[in-house]
């Protein structure tokens, strides 16, 4: 059955232009083609990649952010409750109120201590300011290496230039090793990046996040191996151009230099902009939908490798929509909304109001204006200091 599947699997229909079946991509001493089995690779690599990480974010993201000033926020810890820390952990981390009158009544609390409690413990689950910095550390630094390991492998490649030379010769276009080993690179880069998301830092567009990295994961495979390795590094070297300046954009973020941060943000908008809405489209999608017809007729790997592609634009869209809000909201009012993906943390101003209003119930009441001679004065009446209360309750004047 095994067998079965495998040869369905691998029928040169689904892979090749028709017309040409794997007996035409047999390799020779000179000439090779990417195999399959290349991708498994990926994998060690990938773990290799994880340990290089770790190892990087210890030795020197982690020091660099202490000597940059980049701060953890001292946070509040829950005090220890096994009811509340077993519905945090089983049912919801943000109960709903009826759940917070039930959970009230079963830890004899009030509700607003509760309340506070679930603050307190989703604010400890966050990621601190110092992973943060390191995060987008090591993914600036990857991307940095990537890119500039993109141009100098693509630079004197005709089909940068030309994009119809990706389908010159199709699918008979050896693999040259700088191309092999730039696709190892970038997926075993991505598989690392699966391997760390539930450790990595949670943003609001986490499900996004999950479709395009296995979007990106089954691209660039079934590019490998159905040779579409020319367009498959267009794509890599668009994507990485404008996560160069994102990366930095949230580094000096956490680091509290505003303006180079605003800097920095409208330079990495005007990129992904341009390259994810304009660029990525012409290159790729067009090349890819109409250029290629010119060489060969429609087949399951044309269809396949496209819907692909246009998973890849749909979250571009999305992303550039978020984008677009944000850099309106700096227009109008002059400072940068902060990330609408990060995940912000919970102050505990509730808890200041609900100190106050203990204080008013117990009678106790703050008056915020002091007149610069050091009293206050009710509705015109005379100073409450200018008054001494006798022992038979009548007052006398100063």
Same mark, same amino acid.
């Not at 227009?331 to 102050?347: N, P, V, W, Y």
């Not at 509705?379 to 309750?393: D, I, K, M, Q, T």
């Given at each position: 059955?095994?067998?079965?599947?495998?040869?369905?699997?691998?029928?040169?229909?689904?892979?090749?232009?028709?017309?040409?079946?794997?007996?035409?991509?047999?390799? =020779?001493?000179?000439?090779?083609?990417?195999?399959? !089995?290349?991708?498994?690779?990926? *994998?060690? @690599?990938?773990?290799? $990649?994880? /340990?290089?990480?770790?190892?990087?974010?210890?030795?020197?993201?982690?020091?660099?952010?202490?000597?940059?000033?980049?701060?953890?926020?001292?946070?509040?810890?829950?005090?220890?409750?096994?009811?509340?820390?077993?519905?945090?952990?089983?049912?919801?981390?943000?109960?709903?109120?009826?759940?917070?009158?039930?959970?009230?009544?079963?830890?004899?609390?009030?509700?607003?201590?509760?309340?506070?409690?679930?603050?307190?413990?989703?604010?400890?689950?966050?990621?601190?300011? =110092?992973?943060?910095?390191?995060?987008?550390?090591? !993914?600036?630094?990857?991307?940095? *290496?990537? @890119?500039?390991?993109? $141009?100098? /492998?693509?630079?004197?490649?005709?089909?940068?230039?030309?994009?119809?030379?990706?389908?010159?010769?199709?699918?008979?276009?050896?693999?040259?090793?700088?191309?092999?080993?730039?696709?190892?690179?970038?997926?075993?880069?991505?598989?690392?990046?699966?391997?760390?998301?539930?450790?990595?830092?949670?943003?609001?567009?986490?499900?996004?996040?999950?479709?395009?990295?296995?979007?990106?994961?089954?691209?660039?495979?079934?590019?490998?191996?159905?040779?579409?390795?020319?367009?498959?590094?267009?794509?890599?070297?668009?994507?990485?151009?404008?996560?160069?300046?994102?990366?930095?954009?949230?580094?000096?973020?956490?680091?509290?230099?505003?303006?180079?941060?605003?800097?920095?943000?409208?330079?990495?908008?005007?990129?992904?902009?341009?390259?994810?809405?304009?660029?990525?489209?012409?290159?790729?999608?067009?090349?890819?939908?109409?250029?290629?017809?010119?060489?060969?007729?429609?087949?399951?790997?044309?269809?396949?490798?496209?819907?692909?592609?246009?998973?890849?634009?749909?979250?571009?869209?999305?992303?550039?929509?978020?984008?677009?809000?944000?850099?309106?909201?700096?227009?109008?009012?002059?400072?940068?909304?902060?990330?609408?993906?990060?995940?912000?943390?919970?102050?505990?101003?509730?808890?200041?109001?609900?100190?106050?209003?203990?204080?008013?119930?117990?009678?106790?009441?703050?008056?915020?204006?002091?007149?610069?001679?050091?009293?206050?004065?009710?509705?015109?009446?005379?100073?409450?200091?200018?008054?001494?209360?006798?022992?038979?309750?009548?007052?006398?004047?100063?």
């Amino acid at each position: 059955m095994a067998r079965s599947l495998y040869e369905w699997l691998w029928q040169h229909e689904f892979w090749l232009p028709p017309g040409i079946t794997w007996e035409d991509m047999q390799e =020779s001493e000179d000439t090779h083609y990417p195999q399959p !089995r290349d991708l498994l690779l990926s *994998i060690p @690599f990938a773990l290799i $990649l994880v /340990v290089i990480r770790c190892a990087f974010e210890r030795a020197i993201a982690l020091p660099l952010s202490t000597k940059l000033g980049v701060r953890d926020k001292q946070r509040p810890k829950a005090q220890p409750n096994p009811v509340l820390e077993t519905f945090y952990s089983t049912r919801r981390k943000n109960p709903e109120e009826g759940e917070l009158l039930s959970l009230a009544k079963q830890c004899d609390l009030p509700v607003r201590k509760v309340e506070k409690w679930f603050r307190r413990r989703r604010n400890m689950d966050r990621p601190s300011l =110092s992973k943060k910095f390191s995060e987008a550390c090591w !993914r600036f630094t990857f991307y940095i *290496i990537s @890119f500039f390991t993109g $141009l100098a /492998v693509l630079y004197d490649k005709p089909w940068l230039w030309d994009h119809r030379e990706c389908w010159t010769g199709y699918p008979q276009q050896p693999l040259q090793p700088s191309l092999f080993w730039y696709y190892m690179l970038e997926l075993s880069f991505y598989w690392s990046l699966v391997f760390t998301l539930p450790f990595d830092v949670k943003r609001k567009d986490f499900k996004e996040q999950i479709v395009h990295h296995a979007a990106t994961i089954f691209l660039i495979s079934f590019s490998y191996c159905a040779n579409y390795i020319r367009i498959g590094t267009l794509v890599m070297v668009i994507h990485d151009a404008s996560d160069c300046f994102l990366e930095p954009t949230k580094i000096f973020n956490y680091m509290k230099w505003k303006k180079t941060c605003d800097s920095l943000f409208m330079i990495f908008s005007a990129v992904f902009l341009i390259s994810r809405l304009v660029i990525y489209p012409y290159t790729v999608l067009y090349n890819t939908y109409y250029y290629s017809m010119e060489i060969f007729q429609p087949f399951f790997g044309y269809y396949f490798v496209n819907v692909l592609l246009i998973i890849l634009q749909l979250l571009h869209v999305f992303w550039s929509c978020l984008i677009i809000h944000m850099v309106y909201k700096f227009i109008l009012q002059g400072t940068m909304e902060k990330d609408m993906r990060s995940d912000t943390e919970e102050s505990d101003k509730d808890e200041e109001r609900d100190k106050i209003r203990e204080k008013e119930k117990n009678g106790i009441t703050y008056f915020s204006n002091v007149t610069s001679n050091g009293y206050i004065q009710r509705n015109g009446s005379e100073p409450l200091n200018s008054r001494v209360h006798l022992a038979n309750g009548h007052t006398k004047e100063r």
